[in-house]
């Protein structure tokens, strides 16, 4: 079965960039989709199709997608940024990633 | 503004058969593929599988022995059955839209828990 990987945790201080990566086999050939879970709420889509933003998102969030790696970028990081962060990819059915834990410091 | 609301029982014995339904409000059930996706304590997510307003579905193979969803587009609803549970089921269950195969979930329930014990 397909599975995506990302890191357990990533810290970054107020107002800088942070960078979380999602990595699965030839990921670049799939479309992936980021959320954001805070603690206690339902998961928002905030990256689809590798790049795109929903309505509503604020554009300090960004993707990319290539090879076998995604990546998820806040740009001057706020606080209310701390939250779970899942990525997602279609391989015959949907598949989500492990989460990573972001940390505002 | 489209929103979605599970409801069911919060509690499921043992080896019994888990039955949540979604219910579809302020926009509709057309158009749209519709999915169960759970979240153990502690854990992250995982998808259960979809169903399209026209009744195809596509499960988790992992589940897809014990799942059954099911569309009722004349009450704007949409159903998980899961049967034969375990603990291992014990999660929140959220319902979710997305526009197509492989698109991101755009709309999503507040989730619901349920607890498997006896």
């Known amino acids: 079965s397909y599975e995506l990987t990302q890191p357990p945790s990533v810290s970054v201080s107020p107002g800088q960039t942070a960078s979380i990566t999602c990595s699965g086999d030839?990921?670049?050939?799939?479309?992936a989709s980021w959320y954001q879970q805070r603690p206690g709420q339902s998961p928002v889509l905030v990256i689809y199709?590798?790049?795109k933003r929903p309505s509503g998102i604020p554009e300090r969030f960004s993707g990319s997608n290539s090879g076998n790696t995604a990546t998820l970028t806040i740009s001057g990081t706020q606080a209310m940024d701390e939250a779970d962060y899942y990525c997602q990819a279609w391989d015959s059915g949907y598949v989500f990633g492990t989460g990573t834990k972001v940390t505002v410091l | 503004q489209v929103q979605l609301q599970e409801s069911g029982p919060g509690l499921v014995k043992p080896s019994e058969t888990l039955s949540l339904t979604c219910t579809v409000s302020s926009g509709s059930i057309s158009s749209y593929y519709w999915s169960w996706i759970r979240q153990p304590p502690g854990k992250g997510l995982e998808w259960i599988g979809y169903?399209?307003?026209?009744?195809?579905?596509n499960y988790n193979p992992s589940l897809k022995s014990r799942v059954t969803i099911s569309v009722d587009t004349s009450k704007n609803q949409f159903s998980l059955k899961l049967s034969s549970v375990t603990a291992a089921d014990t999660a929140v269950y959220y319902c979710?839209?997305?526009?197509?195969?492989?698109?991101?979930?755009?709309?999503w329930g507040q989730g619901t828990t349920v607890t498997v014990s006896s």
């Open positions: 199709q590798d790049t």
């Open positions: 979710a839209r997305h526009v197509a195969e492989s698109y991101g979930m755009d709309v």
């Open positions: 030839k990921l670049g050939d799939k479309f």
């Open positions: 169903i399209y307003y026209s009744g195809n579905t």
